[in-house]
Structure formats: C-alpha cells, structure tokens
C-alpha cells in the first residue's frame, strides 16, 4: 500500500536527495512539503523545495512554509560549507522561478484528510512540527506514524562533540516532540552516518536518463562529498542522513532498533545532547530508536529507486505505478 507522507524539511543536500527519494518511490506519495530553517533559510528552503518538485513535474504538491526560527532564538547558524550558498551544492534555483505556497492550516487540512494513513516524516529542525502540535492538538493524534531524523547515541555528534545539528538547532522542539508523538521512531547519527553514497554508486545513478534528476545528482553530490572529505579525508562515502527514515518507513529491516524514551539537553555545553535511560534497571519505552544500519539494504534499496529499477522488481511497467 502506497504511504502518505508529509515531509518536513531544509533542503539542504541530503534533504534535497530524501525529496527526490519519495518523489521517484512508487511505494510512497509525498502529500505536501513543510519547509523552515535550518541548513539555509526558510525562505531559501522553500524555493529548493519549489524546484525540486518541478523538475519530476510535481509542481501540484502543496509546500508549506514552517519555521524561521527556533522556539529560544539564538544567533542562526546555516552550513553553506556542506551545502552551498544556496543549500544544494552548485545548483542555483532559476531568479525567475514562480511557485504557490500554501498556509501552514494546510497541514491541519491533510491530517483531517488521510488521518491514520498519514505518516509525517520530519528530518530538519522540529520547530515546524512542534508548532502544528500546538496548533492542531486534537486533529495530529489521527496521524498514523512519525518519523524523525535526529539525536545521536555512545557516538560523536555533528556540530558539537556531543550534539547532532537537528536536535541542537531546536532541542526545546524536539524534547516536545519526543514526548508527544505516538508511533515515533527516530533515525540518529547511529544509523545515518552510517548511511553514506560513494562516487560510484552517483555515477551510476547518473546515468539513468528516465531519473529526471540525473543530470542534477552528481554535481551536488560531488560538492557535498568534497565538503566531507574535508572534515574526514579517509571516508570514501558521503551519508546522505535524511533519506533513512523514509527508507525506515518502507522497509524497518534497514536497521536494527532499541525501544526507549528519549529526552535531549536544552541548555548549557551539553546542549542538543540526545540520551535515554539505558540502565540495567531502566525502563524501556515506545521511542523506536535505529541503533545499526544494515548498509546492503540501505544501498538496495536507494539504487532501485534512484536508478528506476523498481518497475523490474513488481515485475511490471513504471507507467502501471
């Protein structure tokens, strides 16, 4: 059965990937697009988005735009060395390029509309969701599932020693949703760094002509990955972090998962610090947690998207899906 899904996001590379992910996996429809803060601006998010969805011809998809800014402001921060000064690498959204956007009530509007098919994917900041909560408090309890990218555990973060770039950049948010959500389960850097693409996998994916991204894929991954080696000059892959909770969605045997409550660090040095009670006389929770990437399904499963194989897997035409 085809999943409903309602993403919110900062495109950013590997949120631009994710969208082209469930934009080309005939298993899941993209329902609407909730944009905000976070690798770029939210107005800047909101045009990647834009030309994403009008380059695969899905320009009827409603975008939302979310968040400017986390519930305690802080200085901003945005990563245009890992994701260009536009948020998808070299790749410049045309000046002349017109889009609608919808109000943020067209959230309330989806759920009231799939209720429990509706699963809501969020891989950036969780301002955006943390408000629709607030807003919407009787109508997101008919969500079917949430899944978030965020946290990280017994691992080093991405933006400070300890903390990873989600939860940090709003954890006031996502404490909120951690504690409110039902059917959550999280994708933390245990399994999404985990999660990387190397330059032959790109390439080919690069030349699968009918993928209407192909001539777009390489260039940003190769600034994304260049941006990486940097930082680790030894990887020989790039983790494209956002795409893993959708991949969780189709297919859960993509990782191994504990079940915990999870709770993050607001304050102080410690700050975006995910953790959970993992003492022997803790007590487990209803936060599924992805601890362990199995990296051959996670490959598989992106190659047959991303190269349109999944036609010959149903045994049948992509023009049937």
């Known amino acids: ?65 979310g968040a400017a800014q986390p519930i305690q402001q802080e200085n901003m921060v945005y990563y245009p060395q890992i994701h260009g000064d536009d948020g998808i690498g070299p790749i410049e959204p045309p000046e002349d390029l017109i889009y609608h956007v919808y109000p943020f009530d067209t959230i309330r509007v989806l759920i009231e509309h799939y209720k429990d098919e509706l699963i809501i994917v969020d891989v950036g900041r969780s301002t955006s969701l943390a408000s629709a909560f607030i807003l919407f408090n009787e109508q997101i309890k008919k969500v079917g599932a949430f899944y978030l990218m965020g946290g990280s555990f017994f691992r080093p973060g991405n933006v400070t020693p300890i903390a990873e770039a989600n939860f940090h950049g709003d954890p006031t948010a996502s404490n909120f949703i951690l504690k409110f959500a039902h059917n959550l389960t999280i994708s933390p850097l245990n399994v999404t760094s985990d ?9 080919e994916i690069s030349q699968t002509v009918k993928n209407p991204y192909y001539l777009m894929v390489r260039p940003i991954f190769q600034y994304y990955f260049h941006a990486y080696k940097k930082l680790a000059p030894d990887i020989v892959g790039a983790p494209i972090h956002d795409i893993v909770p959708l991949i969780m969605m189709i297919n859960p045997s993509v990782a191994d998962y504990l079940y915990y409550d999870v709770k993050v660090v607001e304050q102080g040095d410690a700050k975006g610090l995910s953790y959970a009670d993992l003492r022997p006389n803790g007590v487990a929770g209803q936060t599924r947690i992805g601890m362990k990437l199995n990296y051959d399904i996670f490959l598989e499963e992106v190659k047959k998207v991303m190269e349109m194989r999944y036609a010959e897997n149903r045994g049948c035409s992509s023009e049937n899906n």
């Not at 996996?25 to 944009?35: K, M, Q, S």
């Not at 939210?42 to 320009?59: C, P």
């Not at 693409?197 to 390439?203: G, N």
Request: one cysteine or more; glycine letters at 6%.
């Open 1 to 65: 059965m085809t999943k409903k899904v309602l993403l919110f996001c900062d495109p950013g590379i590997d949120d631009a990937i994710a969208i082209m992910y469930a934009l080309l996996n005939p298993d899941i429809e993209l329902v609407g697009v909730v944009t905000s803060f976070g690798n770029v601006t939210k107005e800047q998010a909101t045009r990647n988005a834009a030309y994403l969805l009008q380059i695969a011809g899905k320009s009827d998809i409603p975008i939302i735009p």
């Open 195 to 203: 999660a990387y693409l190397t330059p032959e996998v790109i390439d």
